[in-house]
Nanobody, 126 residues
Framework: HVQLVESGGGSVQAGGSLRLACAAS?????????TGWFRQAPGKEREGVASITFDGSMTYYADSLNGRFTISQDNAKNTLSLQMNSLKPEDTAMYFC???????????????????WGQGTQVTVS
């Protein structure tokens, strides 16, 4: 079965950086439709952070990020990454990797677009 395993989370001071990684098995990030990152803070709904198309030609970001995050994929390693800079306390959340094998239409941040999800990695900014 498909597995997505996130890593790279941790605790960091405001203004710092973290790089999250998502390793995929039994799923090829360069195939399918797109892969992305979501996050969920306590008491809040899971929200889209960023997404990238299977060929890397298009990237999408939540408006609130103001260019602080960068999503990328490494086809050779079959991994997805999220570089997070200038972190703020409001970025504190569990971050999830997700994969959409089929393009079914709709906005990139729709959770229903993604069939596969990782278990998440915690990011805490103080």
């Amino acid at each position: 079965h498909v597995q997505l395993v996130e890593s790279g989370g941790g605790s960091v001071q405001a203004g710092g950086s973290l790089r999250l990684a998502c390793a995929a098995s039994r799923y090829t990030v360069s195939n399918g439709c797109m892969t992305g990152w979501f996050r969920q803070a306590p008491g809040k709904e899971r929200e889209g952070v960023a997404s990238i198309t299977f060929d890397g030609s298009m990237t999408y970001y939540a408006d609130s990020l103001n260019g602080r995050f960068t999503i990328s994929q490494d086809n050779a390693k079959n991994t997805l990454s999220l570089q997070m800079n200038s972190l703020k306390p409001e970025d504190t959340a569990m971050y999830f990797c997700a994969a959409a094998p089929i393009c079914r239409g709709g906005s990139w941040y729709r959770r229903s677009l993604y069939a596969y999800w990782g278990q998440g990695t915690q990011v805490t900014v103080s």
